[in-house]
């Protein structure tokens, strides 16, 4: 069965407090692994996708990197409008390859 | 980006009564569409998986007679939640797979429903 773990579960940082998010995940035959950004009453933001072992992706303040057990977010000196929950999802070759299996999230607050 | 609407963003039904969930594509072509449900305070639970001109496909739990899901074309799928009750309420949020990227998933900004 797919796991998908994110730790922490909450994060309160000072603005400009660079910090790294986790995600670890046991799938059977990875096919990508996606960061999304999620506000309160509203629906994910697409981010990033990662397919293989040493990828790297940044956008902003944002760089996602990806080993085979688990996938950082490193967020650089954060704003207060970095604020949200961040969600990571993968999919697999095992059970349905159109669903995403969900962590639970970090809810990230940045303090100004 | 790709871009998924929902409509309406929130609904407030009296118990019994049966509500429509529009979701849509605007700027590319879906063959799958997905629906969640979400809780306070918790990820996304997959509620349904639909593919143009096909049944949906339900997930363990998910009833399928209490939630209609049409998937008619390559841009709009709906979900009815019919007589609808307190239990029902929650935050719904469709998602749609770019037929063109493959892999992508977007996300809809989700429907509150509250059930009198």
């Known amino acids: 069965e797919d796991q998908v773990t994110q730790s922490p579960e909450a994060l309160r940082l000072q603005e400009g407090e660079s910090s790294s998010l986790n995600c670890s995940y046991t799938?059977?035959?990875?096919?990508?692994l996606f960061w999304y950004r999620q506000d309160p009453g509203k629906g994910p933001e697409f981010l990033f996708t990662?397919?293989?072992a040493g990828e790297e992706k940044e956008k902003e303040r944002l760089k996602a990197t990806l080993t085979k057990k688990e996938s950082f977010l490193h967020i650089t000196a954060p704003k207060p409008e970095d604020s949200a929950t961040y969600l990571c999802?993968?999919?697999?070759?095992?059970?349905?390859?159109?669903?995403?299996?969900f962590g639970s999230g970090t809810q990230l607050t940045v303090l100004p | 980006g790709a871009v998924v609407s929902q409509h309406p963003s929130r609904v407030i039904c009296k118990s019994g009564t049966s509500v429509k969930i529009e979701c849509r594509s605007l700027d590319f072509q879906a063959t799958t569409m997905f629906w969640y449900r979400q809780f306070p305070k918790q990820s996304l639970m997959l509620m349904a998986t639909s593919n143009e001109g096909s049944k949906a496909t339900y997930e363990q739990g998910v009833e399928k007679d209490k939630f209609l899901i049409n998937h008619a074309s390559l841009t709009l799928s709906t979900l009815t939640v019919t007589s609808a009750h307190p239990e029902d309420s929650s935050f719904y949020i469709c998602?749609?797979?770019?037929?063109?990227?493959?892999?992508?998933?977007?996300f809809g900004p989700g429907t509150r429903l509250t059930v009198l």
């Open positions: 799938v059977s035959g990875l096919r990508g």
């Open positions: 990662l397919y293989s």
């Open positions: 998602s749609a797979r770019d037929r063109g990227t493959y892999n992508e998933q977007f």
């Open positions: 999802a993968v999919r697999a070759d095992s059970g349905s390859a159109r669903q995403l299996t």
